[in-house]
């Protein structure tokens, strides 16, 4: 069940104004994509007021915010955006997107609130084959478990984070 603690303006308010995302962790992300072309899609799930999101316009023709609170893509919608960002209200488990079609999700401390199963399924169906996906937190202080790949995902993030 996806948890709901960010409907209100003001946390969306708050978020925008104090959440910080570091630019050198957006090249992090893109150095593990395969080669350095323009990528045609992105996809932040629980962009909460698209802070992060906004980061990942000069990499991709493409990038989409979503968010299952409705405050925070209001607060997203109604900052300076570049022009080839745009949001979506919608969960991280069922996102509109079509099989195949995105280069990249990113979920930036927001996966410990997703139904990290269904999330996972979802992100598998939407990435193209050698996609990426990169979820960021203060902490990796969770378990991943997807089908029979839960030891290889877990071994990768705990991989990471002994390198950072
Ligand atoms: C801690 S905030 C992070 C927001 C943003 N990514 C950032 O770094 O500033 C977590 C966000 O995840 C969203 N969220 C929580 N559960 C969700 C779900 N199941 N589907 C989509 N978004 C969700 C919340 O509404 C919130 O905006």
Redesign the pocket.
Known sequence: M??????GKDH?AS?LQY?V?PHEIISKIMSYMENNELYKLAV??????????VLLAPYFTRVV?????QA?VERALAKNNPPNISYRH????ETPFASGEVDLV?????AH???RPR?LQEADRILRPGGCLAL?SYTMDMILEYRDISNVLNDICREVQSRS
Do not use: H, Q
Not at 2 to 7: P, Q, S
Not at 47 to 53: E, F, L, N, R, V
Not at 106 to 110: H, Q, R
């Open positions: 996806a948890v709901r603690l960010f409907e969306a978020y959440r995302t932040d799930v629980g962009c909460g007021p698209g802070k992060g999101t915010g979503t968010d299952i609170s925070m919608c969960p991280a488990e990113t979920a930036m401390t927001a609130w997703f139904d999330f960021l």
